[in-house]
């Protein structure tokens, strides 16, 4: 397994546990939350992602020194379009749905709206990395 | 993923130049040793520059290197 192929699924987890976490520690999406813990779960969730991302990242470099300090090549860089490009179809699609059943099926209010977007953008990234690792066993 | 149409020779031209590892006709390249790899399993159709530069370091035609095969 190559250090980007390792690196991705380091993300994809640390995207799926971090969400997990906010989504435990905020409760259900259409109540109403006061913006404080919203805010302290948002900054909490990000501190960990970081957290996560950065010690992986240096032991998978301690691991791989050769891999790690290669330039990506034209296929890591087409893998990673080619999968941004699906990743951005699922944001645009589950934000533009969210936004709807959050205004006009729930009535939910703009806090509600502002974390349907953000639960896009999770699902985007997931998709997003999902797709890398793929690409990268099966081919592009 | 369906395999690209393009053939190659590759890894045959590796041995029949000292046994040349991916890893090392990769840097000569300027990919990655997975790269390389995908390359000759057919997994991945390289871009012409890169087609050339393989050619290049076994100091053979591009089309030595790489076939067209039948289109399905």
Redesign the interface.
């Known amino acids: 397994m190559s250090f980007r192929e390792k690196t991705a699924w380091v993300t994809l987890c640390a995207i799926v546990i971090v969400t997990l976490m906010y989504w435990f520690h905020i409760g259900s999406l259409f109540e109403p939350h006061s913006p404080g813990r919203v805010a302290h779960s948002l900054g909490a969730s990000l501190v960990a992602f970081l957290l996560i991302e950065l010690v992986a990242y240096f032991v998978l470099r301690l691991r791989n020194p050769e891999d790690a300090g290669e330039p990506k090549d034209e296929r890591e860089r087409l893998i990673d379009l080619k999968a941004m490009r699906i990743a951005y179809y699922v944001f645009v699609v589950c934000a533009l749905l969210g936004i709807f059943v959050a205004l006009h099926v729930v009535n939910a209010g703009a806090g509600a709206v502002a974390t349907t977007v953000m639960l896009a953008y999770m699902a985007a990234e997931v998709v997003r990395h999902s797709a890398r690792i793929v690409f990268y066993r099966r081919g592009v | 993923?369906a395999?690209t149409p393009i053939t190659n020779t590759i890894r045959q031209l590796r041995f029949q130049h000292g046994e040349m590892t991916q890893q090392e006709l990769g840097k000569r390249v300027?990919?990655?040793r997975?790269?390389l790899n995908?390359i000759e399993?057919g997994?991945?159709s390289?871009?012409l520059e890169?087609a050339f530069r393989i050619a290049k370091v076994f100091g053979v035609r591009v089309d030595e290197v790489f076939h067209f095969g039948p289109e399905k």
């Open positions: 993923m395999p300027g990919v990655t997975q790269t995908a399993a997994k991945y390289p871009s890169v």
